[in-house]
């Protein structure tokens, strides 16, 4: 542990870590599970098109979150093109600028015009009296995003979407085991949608899945998965080819069966983190409601730079030559993105909220691969720069005077 000021990376000292601490190190799972359903798969030789691993995968997802439908996709982002398009949307849809930009580009990729809504800077999810304004006569639905696995406010989202004849979809990318007033997140809106990237607390490798209560909605987004096949020399549909192969089944089967071990460790460096950083002024931890299941994937620090003396992207130069890979996500908002940015030059005056947040959020390495001796280094390296701001910001300063390309990336 470094043991005072002069031991920080950024005034001189080694790297507190020879091999980089990443945000989303992937969750394995048990490998020996894993090789046997790939062994078992190659026996079949059965790879792709709705082999009997996407199947097992499709109903345990449905049965954990209790929806009806789950339709494994390749990854969340075409499941989300799917399910926009299997819903009829057109015109305008509501969504946050502080989402991954997946979010956007999968309504601007079939030409709907992402409107972009301010958060609430509490909960960092769409804030519903702004979604109430930006309503318009083109409006057809509403995407929220549960961000850090925090559920978006779904009950008035759902009352606005009704009222106003509006389709209701969430990105719940972050959000697999998570609940809302005790129900799981999967059974909320016309559809949700997970990811299950490499990043993300359950992973395929790549993949997403929708999953509905729907009949009809899970039925057209079936078809849409697979080119609009409803029989072998038979197409009465436009589609695309979302499927998921067997190879991202057997991963997925694989750490969903861990997730419990897994929301355990993620939720022991939640704790570490939370006393840690209770005792730093200026930094404070994402809070989860304690009523709620929540999957602890993100270990977001909300940096108020006045009482921490340093910003938060002073913060994030700090910790990255340390080799700690903190990240800065949202940043800096769909909004401030092309095409986005040039669509909407206005759109940062109306965002007051997401300007803010973009703006003071960090994200620190946790997960599976990220261990307590690795976390209080972490805390300590965050205690000991802003215990000493006017050093620290004076070695970034000058180092700002080199020219990027010949910087020491770390
Ligand atoms: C990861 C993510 C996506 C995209 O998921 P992919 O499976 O990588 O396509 C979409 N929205 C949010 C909020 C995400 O975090």
Redesign the pocket.
């Known amino acids: 542990m470094k043991a005072d000021k002069s031991a920080l990376s950024i005034l001189g000292g080694p790297p507190a870590f020879a091999e980089p601490l990443h945000v989303g190190r992937p969750n394995v799972g048990d490998r020996s599970r894993l090789l046997q359903r790939i062994e078992a798969m190659l026996d079949r030789r059965w790879l792709s098109n709705q082999g009997p691993l996407v199947s097992e995968f499709e109903e345990r997802i449905a049965a954990y979150v209790g929806a009806k439908h789950c339709i494994a996709m390749c ?4 499941a ?1 093109e799917i399910a926009i398009r299997a819903l009829g949307l057109t015109g305008e849809v509501i969504v946050p600028a502080f ?2 930009i ?2 956007a580009h999968a309504l601007q990729w079939q030409e709907i015009t992402p409107v972009f809504c301010d958060i609430d800077p509490n909960t960092h999810t769409l804030d519903p009296e702004w979604v109430r304004r930006m309503i318009t006569p083109r409006t057809s639905g509403i995407i929220g ?1 549960h ?1 850090w696995g925090r559920a978006c406010p779904i009950d008035a989202l759902t009352e606005i979407a009704d009222e106003n004849g509006l389709s209701l979809l969430f ?1 719940a ?2 959000a697999f085991g998570a609940s809302y007033r005790g129900r799981m997140i999967g059974g909320f809106g016309a559809a949700e949608v997970f ?3 490499a ?2 607390f359950i992973n395929c490798g ?3 899945a929708v999953v509905t209560n729907d009949d009809c909605l899970a039925e057209k987004m079936r078809l849409m998965r697979n080119f609009g096949f409803s029989g072998l020399d038979q197409v009465t549909y436009i589609g695309t080819n979302g499927k998921m192969p067997e190879l991202s089944a057997a991963m997925g089967l694989t750490t969903f069966e861990s997730r419990d071990e897994f929301v355990a460790t993620n939720e022991r460096n939640y704790r570490a983190y939370a006393a840690e950083l209770a005792s730093i002024p200026g930094l404070s931890l994402i809070t989860y409601d304690p009523a709620e299941r929540c999957n602890f994937q993100y270990a977001l620090v909300e940096v108020d730079a006045a009482a921490a003396g340093l910003s938060r992207d002073e913060l994030a130069d700090v910790l990255w030559a340390e080799n700690v890979r903190a990240r800065r996500y949202f940043y800096p908002g769909c909004h401030r993105m092309e095409p986005y940015a040039s669509l909407f030059p206005h759109a940062s005056l109306v965002l007051r909220a997401t300007e803010a947040v973009a703006g003071r959020v960090l994200l620190l390495p946790t997960g599976t691969a990220v261990g307590l001796d690795e976390i209080r280094e972490i805390c300590q390296i965050l205690r000991l720069a802003t215990g000493s701001a006017g050093d620290v910001r004076r070695a970034l300063e000058s180092r700002r005077q080199v020219p990027v390309e010949r910087r020491k990336v770390a």
């Not at 990854?75 to 075409?78: D, M, Y």
């Open positions: 990854n969340a982002t075409v989300l989402t991954f997946a979010t995003v961000v990105d990318a972050h990811s299950f990237h990043t993300k790549e993949g997403g």
